[in-house]
């Protein structure tokens, strides 16, 4: 049996197109490999940026958890919140609004009596304050620390501690920052070029 013979020209169309199929494969190889490195490297930095934030978050979360801490502690509020006197409790409260504000600088700063009236000032109001979750947790005895609270569409970093009078819980103390301003703190120590910095974002529910 004879096989057919193949004219020069279709032997070198034939070696030419091999060679193109070859080189397009290498093109691909090489390519994926590049891509597979970069994002390795982009990954690596992406999750070294992200710890970096969990710790920056901690940090202010446990200075929130202080301030909590100390005025959930504090006799002058035990006294006045285990009376149940509101007259009694106003200029408590207020010295409480007035050194948080000054120290810890929150959004808002919630206060809630043995009888869950509740007193609030800043982004939340105290009529919406006695439903949450969140306050609820803190009259049951329940600590808050470093934990987020979503309120209107917006996330908050908040902390809390219960007020406790002989065992009994009289009251509750939550204050919270908006978490966008703990980015935005976070952003400026990222890099000293605004162009460099960067950029976080809170997606829930695909929004």
């Not at 509020?77 to 007259?87: E, T």
Request: proline share 3%.
């Amino acid at each position: 049996m004879q096989w057919p013979r193949i004219s020069i020209k279709w032997k070198i169309f034939h070696w030419c197109f091999s060679l193109a199929i070859g080189i397009l494969a290498f093109n691909y190889w090489y390519t994926s490999k590049l891509v597979q490195r970069s994002a390795g490297h982009a990954g690596s930095d992406l999750q070294g940026m992200f710890t970096r934030y969990q710790s920056y978050e901690r940090a202010i979360a446990h200075g929130m958890s202080a301030a909590t801490d100390v005025w959930g502690e504090s006799p002058q509020l035990r006294a006045v919140f285990s009376a149940g006197n509101d007259d009694t409790a106003k200029p408590v409260v207020h010295d409480v609004e007035q050194s948080l504000a000054q120290t810890i600088h929150p959004d808002f700063v919630i206060l809630v009596d043995r009888h869950g009236d509740a007193t609030a000032t800043g982004a939340i109001e105290a009529t919406a304050a006695r439903s949450m979750r969140a306050v609820t947790d803190l009259r049951q005895g329940m600590s808050i620390d470093d934990a987020l609270l979503e309120y209107r569409g917006r996330a908050y970093l908040v902390a809390g501690e219960p007020v406790l009078r002989d065992g009994e819980v009289v009251g509750a103390l939550l204050i919270g920052m908006h978490l966008e301003r703990v980015f935005a703190d976070f952003k400026q120590q990222t890099d000293d070029d605004p162009k460099r910095q960067a950029e976080l974002a809170l997606v829930h529910n695909s929004r």
